[in-house]
């Protein structure tokens, strides 16, 4: 009897890590839409690679079609646009909230730091200093997840 509960518990566990290992493995692959001439994308690229993420560039002269296939609507625009898991990160999300949304996996479209936060990463800080990152949904509700 001890050995059919040691086995059913390590499948279990098992189970649990491979399902675990799946979900990290696919939320360390990103997508960033993103200017061929912009630096600061260039910027935020190279942030998420040296925190571990996995990072195609798709370089396109006109990001507009790309935000409006991803419901960025202009209030929540910034240079460049990024696919995770899902969801949509727009702009100079810092990695913390990045990895917060794909843990807690809320009922949103995605995040956005609107505009260009000077204080951000692929900016000029890697530590985020006086801004919000946001969350959207489809139907255009917008909450703060972040403040710094």
């Known amino acids: 009897m001890k050995t059919d509960i040691k086995k059913t518990l390590f ?16 939320a360390q692959n990103v997508t960033v839409y993103k200017s061929p001439t912009c630096g600061c994308c260039t910027g935020w690229v190279d942030y998420l690679r040296d925190e571990g993420f996995t990072v195609e560039t798709i370089d396109l002269q006109n990001l ?21 898991d899902g969801y949509v990160v727009e702009g100079h999300v810092p990695v913390g909230d990045i990895r917060r949304m794909l843990a807690e996996k809320p009922d949103v479209t995605g995040l956005t730091a609107p505009g260009m ?32």
Not at 11 to 26: D, E, F, K, W
Not at 65 to 78: D, M
Not at 133 to 145: H, P, R, T, Y
């Open 64 to 84: 507009d079609p790309i935000k409006e296939k991803y419901g960025v609507s202009p209030r929540l625009q910034s240079c460049h646009t990024a696919l995770v």
């Open 117 to 148: 936060p000077m204080m951000s990463p692929g900016m000029a800080s890697l530590e985020p200093k006086d801004y919000d990152v946001l969350s959207f949904d489809e139907a255009g509700d917008i909450e703060i997840f972040s403040s710094y």
């Open 11 to 26: 499948n279990y566990l098992l189970i649990l890590s491979l399902g675990s290992a799946s979900v990290v493995a696919s």
